[in-house]
């Protein structure tokens, strides 16, 4: 069942009787003297009767923080019968865990917060965690999903006050049980379920049930969808650099280089670090009729040498093997943001092919070889095969022409180092700009100058 508690301070007296600073750091010793682990293990000691959730229960009332808490480190310490997973934070405030299925995850849903953690997070293959992800999940809404290696269950937090230069730090424990005992209490708290229900009728309505928005004539539509975002990172690269802010920063320049010439109003799907489904991302591109829906991503391999930019398709059986493999990996993008897949609409069921879809596909394959030539002369391009096709779900529009551009490997310590450059950004940026004005070169209609982008 979810567990909702606030993260505030109760016995505090109690809590504080044990002297010394507590641990900090992933991966500290539990038999450090005075450590976080210490600390829990004396308060249950010396009070068998007290629980976790006893101790978190009925707060002092304080007033809200002025501005947005801060996570400041996560912890996971690995016991022999149990995984602890500690979060310090600078202020008190609601949070909410439960655990879904199909793949099994934990997840931490909170308020809007400031994110201080120190690099990607850092998998453990010793314990019940095998990875975890953070980040903005909607606008208000925080989260964490936390993957697991095995089936667990889940105590009520503990909550320990502010000591010696460290913050409010939750403690939540893991348990190992058996799949069948997960599975009877895995699934979504039921107002939340109902929250992305709705969200979920919303991104499936008919177009002509949808509110159109103000369309400049005369201009074509190009909507920008910058991968990932929000709790989604995306991959993580050789130099630190996270897909979700590359893209997100690669998208903006597109918009702003096809905006400055005036034939395009330019939507995007992300203009800052939120996540988005994949299904409301393929809507957006309905919803404003899309002339050209481009989607940013980075590419990653387990082959460092592997490096260049390249550019996808739709295709349901996808041109290789390595192809379909990486439309799998970006196709979980909603599971791993801890979105209830329950269902999909038409728009991105599996295609058929009738001569809309045909001809919606060719448009599509047109601009992304007119696309290659152009970036080619900007940044490496994948040497073999550089134009792809795969089932990737947000180019399953089958009225919108899109395409997919893996700007290059963040696996490779060149294509990371040169697309962490300015340089490299706007010049790439403004060559596949120049791609979209050589596919609709024979309609362009210029606008008059005075006319502003709808969306800026």
Avoid at 18 to 42: L, R, Y
Avoid at 156 to 175: Q, S
Wanted: proline share 8%; net charge neutral.
């Amino acid at each position: 069942m979810p567990k909702l508690f606030r993260a505030q301070v109760a016995l505090a007296g109690l809590l504080f009787c044990v002297c010394g600073p507590a641990a900090h750091g992933q991966g500290e010793s539990p038999s450090t003297p005075n450590s976080v682990d210490d600390i829990i293990a004396k308060v249950l000691r010396d009070n068998p009767s007290t629980t976790p959730s006893s101790i978190a229960a009925s707060p002092p009332k304080s007033k809200a923080p002025a501005s947005q808490p801060i996570v400041m480190s996560v912890r996971i310490g690995d016991h022999s019968d149990r995984t602890r997973f500690v979060v310090e934070l600078s202020d008190p405030m609601n949070l909410r865990t439960f655990t879904l299925n199909n793949p099994n995850r934990v997840v931490i849903d909170m308020p809007a917060v400031q994110w201080r953690l120190s690099g990607p997070p850092r998998p453990t293959t010793r314990s019940a965690i095998r990875s975890y992800r953070y980040g903005l999940f909607r606008p208000g809404n925080s989260r964490f999903v936390i993957d697991l290696n095995q089936p667990v269950s889940l105590t009520d937090a503990l909550v320990l006050p502010p000591e010696n230069g460290f913050g409010y730090r939750i403690v939540i424990d893991l348990f190992p049980v058996t799949q069948a005992k997960f599975d009877q209490t895995a699934g979504w708290p039921a107002d939340l379920k109902a929250r992305e229900t709705v969200a979920e009728r919303v991104a499936s309505l008919p177009l002509t049930e949808r509110p159109s928005p103000p369309i400049a004539r005369g201009r074509k539509i190009i909507v920008i969808d910058p991968g990932h975002g929000g709790i989604d990172s995306g991959t993580n690269g050789v130099n630190g650099l996270l897909e979700r802010d590359l893209v997100l920063d690669e998208g903006l320049r597109l918009a702003s280089a096809l905006r400055r010439n005036h034939h395009y109003t330019v939507y995007m799907t992300r203009d800052s670090d939120v996540f988005i489904p994949l299904r409301e991302r393929v809507n957006i591109g309905r919803t404003y009729h899309a002339d050209l829906f481009v989607s940013l991503h980075a590419d990653s391999n387990p082959d460092s040498s592997v490096a260049g930019l390249s550019i996808y398709t739709l295709s349901e059986s996808g041109s290789d093997k390595e192809a379909a493999a990486l439309a799998r990996k970006e196709n979980q993008s909603d599971i791993i943001a801890g979105v209830d897949l329950g269902g999909e609409n038409s728009a991105v069921a599996p295609i058929l092919l009738d001569l809309e879809q045909r001809d919606t596909m060719n448009k599509s394959s047109r601009f992304a070889q007119i696309a290659l030539k152009s970036v080619a002369n900007a940044t490496d391009i994948l040497p073999r095969r550089p134009h792809r096709s795969a089932a990737f779900v947000v180019l399953k529009a089958p009225d919108v022409p899109s395409v997919l551009i893996e700007l290059g490997y963040l696996s490779n310590s060149d294509d990371a180092a040169q697309m962490n450059t300015a340089r490299w950004r706007n010049g790439v940026a403004d060559a596949i700009a120049a791609a979209v004005e050589r596919h609709f070169a024979p309609a362009a209609v210029a606008a008059p100058a005075s006319m502003a982008p709808v969306s800026e």
